[in-house]
């Protein structure tokens, strides 16, 4: 396999959630949060394909902050 080859189906399945073994659509089978990261289980749709990917999604902080409220405001 080359280099570009291999690097499309990592865009594919990373993006599009698209198997990179076979090019079927991915669903989600698990979903895990560890230390302020999610970690999501895709795997492939079709029957008899092994195809998978995890996507690992770091988790914003929260942000605190004052809300202007418009009926406060000076007139």
Aim: net charge positive; glycine share 6%.
């Amino acid at each position: 396999m080359h280099a570009a080859e291999l690097m499309s189906r990592i865009i594919r399945a990373k993006y599009q959630q698209l198997c990179p073994e076979c090019g079927e659509r991915m669903t989600e089978s698990d979903k895990v949060c560890e230390n302020g990261v999610i970690f999501v289980w895709y795997r492939c749709s079709r029957d008899g394909c092994k195809g998978q990917w995890l996507q690992k999604i770091r988790q914003q902080p929260a942000t605190f902050g004052v809300v202007a409220n418009p009926a406060y405001a000076l007139k």
